[in-house]
């Protein structure tokens, strides 16, 4: 059974922080690995997508790594600012299926 | 810009009654998916098809159904609501081949079972 660990489950920081949030995954089985952002009340947008053949990927000012073999995934956000507190989950594509994480919620004080 | 419609954000209705969440996208995707989402659980997956009429159950099915008649619009039915189906419902899609990446959300519906 895929499962997907997020910790921590709340994160505070102060404006300017780098920051690294983590996203552990059981199934070495995995075809991809996807991080996603989640305003209060709202759906899931997509951040950043790795195929299980690549080792990361970047998107402005957030990064996104994958290390299969520790089971592994972290998202890099570089300088934070007020308008990045959300909560992000990461999901472990496996063969037909998707299996989500229960987010980490980022609070970026000014 | 592509986008997943929930015909609606905010839903109360009364135990045992026939519910019905309508999801529409525009971006010709052949695949689509309900989820529910609740705090500490995370997003399970309910139901989702890949094609018009298809559909697979997911990993908690019991207590809904789905219907797809139509490629863009993907309905998640409640027969008979209870109260543990209270809960924040998303709707999401991706193109063929992409079973494991759904990658569109809608803006969810939170519906309250009273």
């Known amino acids: 059974k895929q499962e997907v660990t997020q910790i921590p489950a709340a994160l505070s920081v102060p404006e300017g922080e780098n920051l690294v949030l983590n996203c552990s995954f059981t199934?070495?089985?995995?075809?991809?690995l996807q991080w996603f952002r989640q305003d209060p009340g709202k759906g899931l947008t997509s951040l950043l997508l790795i195929q299980s053949s690549q080792r990361e990927q970047t998107s402005g000012r957030l990064n996104a790594s994958l290390d299969k073999s520790s089971g592994r995934s972290t998202l890099y956000i570089a300088a934070s600012q007020p308008g990045d507190s959300a909560t992000y989950l990461c999901a472990q594509g496996g063969y037909q299926k998707v299996t989500f994480g229960t987010g980490t919620k980022l609070q970026v004080i000014p | 810009d592509v986008k997943v419609t929930q015909s609606s954000r905010y839903l109360v209705k009364r135990t045992g009654e026939k519910v019905f969440l309508e999801c529409v996208q525009d971006m010709d995707h052949e695949n689509m998916f309900w989820y529910r989402q609740d705090p500490g659980l995370g997003l399970r997956l309910i139901y989702f098809s890949y094609d018009v009429k298809m559909k697979e159950k997911g990993d908690i099915p019991e207590g809904y159904s789905v219907s797809r008649e139509k490629k863009e619009r993907f309905s998640l039915i409640l027969e008979s609501a209870s109260t543990n189906q209270t809960s924040m419902y998303l709707c999401?899609?991706?193109?063929?081949?992409?079973?494991?990446?759904?990658?569109?959300f809608g803006d969810g519906t939170r519906l309250s079972i009273l």
């Open positions: 999401a899609s991706s193109f063929h081949g992409q079973i494991n990446q759904p990658q569109h």
């Open positions: 199934d070495s089985a995995i075809y991809n």
